[in-house]
């Protein structure tokens, strides 16, 4: 069985910063990509970035690209997103998902393309 348990998450004024980790178990993490989402009140589901099994390769949401950086630690099973310059908008509750594709080169932007995912954490950004 697997889990993903997402921290970090929380309040974070408009400009600053915030980071929010995922770690896995009960199943290889590396050879996965792992992927963010968010979900506003109201609002489906979205993509906001993703990391291949390697790390070679990122993928972000327009809305986010050049604010958030996505990373991984393959040996400690971790999935990490860095939040910089946040706006109000980006308040939701993100959630860390694990592919279920075996070591996928391209980017999975579909919640469908995600087989595991964590319970989601907070984040509310204040202006």
């Known amino acids: 069985h697997v889990q993903l348990v997402e921290s970090g998450g929380g309040l974070a004024q408009a400009g600053g910063s915030l980071r929010f980790s995922c770690v896995a178990s009960?199943?290889?993490?590396?050879?996965?990509?792992v992927g963010w989402f968010r979900q506003a009140p109201g609002k489906e589901r979205e993509f906001v970035a993703a990391i291949t099994w390697n790390g070679d390769n990122a993928y972000y949401a327009d809305s986010v690209k050049g604010r958030f950086t996505i990373s991984r630690d393959n040996a400690k099973s971790t999935g990490n997103l860095q939040m910089n310059s946040p706006k109000p908008e980006d308040t939701a509750v993100y959630y860390c998902a694990l592919d279920r594709l075996y070591r996928r080169a391209v980017l999975a932007r579909r919640t469908q393309d995600y087989n595991y995912w964590g319970q989601g954490t907070q984040v509310t950004v204040s202006s």
């Open positions: 009960g199943r290889t993490f590396t050879n996965y990509l």
